[in-house]
């Protein structure tokens, strides 16, 4: 199936490793134009390298923190200044701390929406006005299957991952006219550096090893296993696509069956 991606701009927020770095390689071998961000250079210019070796893309790069408009302003303006416009965002964030609610100060709070909401509003306040007067754009927020079954211990992100939800499914409706689509995609239980900090949290805290942490998560999937972060990348690339036109307003998971929700 041709995407219809070639020839597009792809800004991916936090692709230096994990999901987004996933994304990155995908929209690469799609034949996107790429910008990448994340916030330390060595493995954001790791990876970048790595994708124009295997791709034979030429990615540019920026080091940039997204909680403050000034280096959103930094990333845009590289994407602008290589390629001429953003025709498609994919925004991500790092995961918040895990813990209960007294576990976490005002601060943590704080942080929280400055990383995992404030980002999101930065960028997509950034690149709209571009996609509505061009009538083209995909915005993909990568959000949590958190949104849809709260997972216990991770109230920040149960939290400010709702509110990202909330806010894509209002501007959806305000720019679907101008062939603007935007979607969440939910990740589940995905085999990241994020996840094996996870693991790692709970083998400490319940004295098991850290691979019996998996062992659990698997066995609450029906797929019987943790995702692949490629499998992820697969279905955002599809969204930021010509083919996912009709596709708006939606968040939708992969998780291997987790979620147990009828819609």
């Known amino acids: 199936m041709d995407l219809g991606l070639t020839g597009k701009v792809a800004l991916v927020a936090a692709s230096s ?103 999101v509003l930065n960028l997509t306040r950034a690149v709209l006005p571009g996609m509505r007067e061009r009538g083209w754009g995909r915005i993909v927020n990568v959000t949590s299957i958190a949104v849809k079954q709260p997972v216990d211990g991770l109230i920040l992100s149960n939290s400010v991952r709702a509110a990202v939800t909330g806010f894509a499914r209002t501007l959806a409706n305000e720019v679907a006219r101008d062939g603007v689509t935007v979607n969440n995609v939910m990740p589940g239980y995905t085999r990241t550096a994020r996840l094996d900090w996870l693991a790692g949290q709970i083998a400490a805290r319940e004295d098991i090893d850290r691979e019996a942490a998996f062992d659990r998560w698997a066995s609450e ?34 998780d291997g069956g987790w979620i147990r929700a009828l819609v």
């Open 17 to 119: 490793r994990g999901l987004g770095r996933a994304v990155a390689e995908e929209f690469a071998r799609e034949g996107a134009r790429l910008v990448m961000c994340a916030r330390g250079d060595d493995d954001l210019n790791r990876t970048r390298n790595r994708i124009a070796r295997d791709t034979g893309s030429r990615p540019v790069a920026v080091a940039a923190d997204l909680t403050d408009p000034e280096g959103v302003r930094r990333v845009t303006d590289t994407a602008v200044e290589a390629f001429g416009q953003v025709d498609i965002l994919v925004t991500n964030t790092g995961g918040p701390p895990s813990g209960p609610f007294e576990a976490h100060s005002p601060e943590a709070w704080r942080t929280a929406v400055a990383q995992n909401l404030e980002s």
């Open 221 to 254: 999937i029906p797929a019987g296993r943790v995702g692949a972060p490629a499998e992820f990348a697969a279905l955002v690339t599809f969204l930021a696509s010509e083919r996912a036109s009709y596709i708006t307003g939606t968040s939708i998971p992969v």
